[in-house]
């Protein structure tokens, strides 16, 4: 017999296991704890979309400064630069011209002084929109640009006597494929109103002719059709000449109600009531 068993005046006490029991395992957790994890992922989504809607304005949409007297300068230069690109590259048949004509043949007389006569735009020209949007409480600058443009300016001394352009709406593009099928969709209604145009109804005097590089301005006033709404305007024009080039910058307000544009608003996207059509236009001689 051990000093454990009978007769032993040591006396054990017995000890307790774990509660184990289903009832104890199975019992339900508190709604409440439910609730505040729900809360908890909640907050935790409107954080990251906030954060990413704020990387969006202030990173990826890099939009493009609005369009100034450096960029007027900027599109001659390049203009000139790609013209005497194309220049070199094509046949000279100037020596043969030049020998074969006679000294009074009009195909070797000397090019006209001045820019009397019409003038055409080209594809180094700018154009577009510059409306202000607040993206879910973030101010974005919404920027939209194009250079499909047709039409003629005519020049008399140093008066522009007229001026039509014709610019292909859809062609304008941003930084955002979504804003742009709004764009040419409810707002702009391309597939009706494909294009906006805008023609001088009072000529504008420069009072002298700008020297190579010198910038002049001038008011002109003329009819801005936008989505097929007509009405007359007038603004500031800087203009711009080279030997063989003539550049012009100017921007319009527009009010969008003014020509039956529905305030762009969308979803999340709240715009003004207004915005800016910019351009800068390149001529040459057709």
């Known amino acids: 017999m051990t000093p454990w068993q009978e007769g ?29 994890w729900a809360a908890l992922g909640l907050v935790a989504l409107v954080l990251l979309g906030y ?3 704020f990387i969006y304005a202030n990173v990826i949409n ?4 609005k369009l100034d007297s450096g960029d007027l300068s900027e599109a001659l230069v390049e203009s000139t630069i790609a ?12 020596a043969q011209v030049a020998t074969t004509a006679p000294a009074d043949d009009p195909v070797a007389a000397p090019a ?11 594809t180094a020209s700018e154009f577009g929109y510059r409306v202000d949007e607040v993206l879910a409480g973030v101010n974005v600058t919404a920027v939209g640009r194009g250079n ?10 140093a008066t522009a006597t007229s001026l039509d352009v014709v610019i292909d709406v859809a062609t304008i593009e941003s ?6 099928g709004q764009f040419r969709g409810r707002i702009m209604e391309t597939d009706q109103f494909p294009t906006a145009t805008f023609s001088l109804t ?9 020297a190579d590089g010198e910038q002049i301005t001038a008011t002109a006033t003329g009819d801005l059709t936008l989505h097929g709404v007509t009405r007359e305007v007038t603004f500031e024009l800087t203009a711009e000449a080279t030997a063989d080039r003539i550049g012009v910058l100017g921007n319009i307000p527009v009010l969008f109600s003014d020509y039956d544009i529905d305030n762009p608003s969308f979803g999340a996207v709240t715009t003004e009531d207004d915005g800016l059509l910019e351009f800068v236009l390149v001529f040459e001689r057709p």
């Open 112 to 122: 006209v002084e001045g820019f009397d006569g019409a003038w055409a735009p080209t």
């Open 148 to 157: 499909d443009i047709t039409g003629e300016l005519t020049i008399e001394g």
């Open 8 to 36: 032993s005046d040591v006396t054990t006490t017995p000890q307790t296991a774990p509660d184990t029991s289903p009832e104890r395992a199975d019992e339900p957790k508190s709604p409440w704890r439910w609730v505040k």
């Open 62 to 65: 890099d939009s493009p400064d």
């Open 175 to 180: 930084d955002d494929g979504r804003r742009d």
């Open 83 to 94: 013209a005497d690109a194309a220049t070199e590259s094509a046949p000279d048949v100037t």
């Open 202 to 210: 009072s000529p504008i005097d420069f009072g002298a002719l700008p």
């Open 51 to 53: 954060a990413a809607i």
